[in-house]
């Protein structure tokens, strides 16, 4: 079991900035890829960014140039630098790792953190 606790959320006006942070706990051992996903009122959640272990990034198109994550594998923590922020990106914001144990593949989820950016 792998355990997740985001911080970092809150209200910024448009063109402001926020980094989001998760610690990961538990079974961390078996962590590969950690992302972070988000989800708007009244729509379904959506990938924002993913690091592998390794350090390899992917990011969905509306975030590329204003979002970067960042990994840090010594403290298990996984963080999101959002920069010019847009009324658009609010929506409660998830960590998710995904870890392989024994062959088998389990994805994990924080609570979640809200972002909400006003214009």
């Known amino acids: 079991q792998v355990q997740l606790a985001e911080s970092g959320g809150g209200l910024v006006q448009s063109g402001g900035s926020l980094r989001l942070a998760c610690a990961a706990s538990?079974?961390?051992?078996?962590?590969?890829?950690m992302g972070w996903y988000r989800q708007a009122p009244g729509k379904e959640r959506e990938l924002v960014a993913t690091?592998?272990?390794?350090?390899?990034?992917n990011y969905v198109d509306s975030v590329k140039g204003r979002f970067t994550i960042s990994r840090d594998n010594a403290k298990n923590m996984v963080y999101l630098q959002m920069n010019s922020l847009k009324p658009e990106d609010t929506a409660v914001y998830y960590c998710?790792?995904?870890?392989?144990?024994?062959?088998?593949?389990?994805?994990?989820w924080g609570q979640g953190t809200q972002v909400t950016v006003s214009s």
């Open positions: 538990g079974s961390v051992f078996s962590i590969n890829v």
């Open positions: 998710r790792t995904n870890s392989v144990v024994a062959g088998l593949e389990y994805a994990y």
């Open positions: 690091i592998t272990r390794s350090g390899s990034t």
